[in-house]
């Protein structure tokens, strides 16, 4: 039985933070059944809820505020999306629902939002990964206990062959090792 849509805070609902979109999962060879099967199984239980809505209501509702309509590729992951979308095992912080993939139109958008979540807003980790077809994203993790929050950035801009005086240092040698 398909959950009922329903808005976390006033522009993120249920579905914005569950719902992959079909062409995503297609770029990772998936067929169209196989993506049918994926998303009705992609259901959070009732703590990845609570994170799904404070993800909403101190990333993505500031953040929309500032900024506008974003687009979401991914946030909650159950253990197969995950698994299908090359996750990292039982380290991804979309199996909780405490993570958010943004995409973003171009490099200045991005550093924007990059710039806007580090100095408003509390995280665990802040990174730019790249896709298939140089595609932009910004990974973002919020975790439910403040305390728990690593502060780990990685802007990755020098990859586009672009830098910035301000933008923070990488602390690690690789973003992807740690999602």
């Not at 730019?128 to 140089?134: H, I, L, N, P, S």
């Not at 994203?137 to 403040?146: E, G, I, K, V």
Request: charged share 20%.
């Amino acid at each position: 039985m398909k959950r009922k849509n329903f808005m976390f805070t006033t522009h993120f609902s249920y579905n914005d933070l569950t719902q992959v979109p079909a062409e995503v999962l297609a770029a990772y060879g998936h067929n169209a059944a196989t993506i049918e099967k994926l998303m009705s199984s992609n259901t959070p239980d009732s703590l990845q809820m609570v994170a799904l809505e404070n993800l909403s209501k101190r990333l993505l509702e500031p953040l929309y505020n500032e900024f506008g309509p974003l687009q979401i590729e991914t946030a909650f992951r159950s253990q197969a999306l995950n698994e299908a979308m090359h996750g990292l095992g039982g380290l991804s912080r979309h199996l909780s629902g405490e993570a958010v993939d943004l995409l973003f139109a171009n490099l200045d958008t991005g550093r924007a939002y990059y710039r806007y979540i580090l100095r408003h807003g509390g995280f665990d980790q802040l990174m730019f990964q790249y896709r298939r077809g140089r595609c932009m994203r910004l990974h973002c993790s919020l975790m439910l206990d403040d305390r728990e929050n690593r502060h780990q950035s990685f802007p990755n801009y020098a990859l586009y062959g672009e830098s910035s005086a301000d933008d923070e240092v990488c602390h690690q040698k690789s973003c992807h090792d740690t999602l």
